[in-house]
């Protein structure tokens, strides 16, 4: 069975980065097209970014050059960077390992 697990959220100040991170188990996350996205109060789940099987990163337009998507096969995990933090940066971020959802870890972003 395959399990996505987020960590790296809390609480954050604005104008700072946070670096979030997705462990994958059961599975290779180098078989998956592996994506980050986020849910804010009030608001649709958005989609942020991903990177593909053949480690291609792809971007949603308004977060390119503020969100970084990495890939560590040897970690088996995929990490999210991201700078330059707003307060409406505040959300539960969400990874996904194909169809495979974790259950979010909370960021807050708060002087």
């Known amino acids: 069975q395959v399990t996505v697990v987020e960590s790296g959220g809390g609480l954050a100040q604005p104008g700072g980065s946070l670096r979030l991170s997705c462990t994958v188990s059961?599975?290779?996350?180098?078989?998956?097209?592996m994506g980050w996205f986020r849910r804010a109060p009030g608001k649709e789940r958005e989609f942020l970014a991903q990177?593909?099987?053949?480690?291609?990163?792809y971007y949603r337009a308004t977060f390119q050059g503020r969100v970084i998507i990495s890939r560590d096969s040897a970690r088996n995990t995929v990490d999210l960077q991201i700078h330059n933090l707003e307060p409406e940066d505040t959300a539960v971020y969400y990874c996904?390992?194909?169809?495979?959802w974790g259950q979010g870890t909370q960021v807050t972003i708060s002087s």
């Open positions: 996904k390992a194909g169809t495979i």
């Open positions: 059961g599975g290779a996350v180098d078989s998956y097209t």
């Open positions: 990177v593909s099987k053949n480690g291609d990163p």
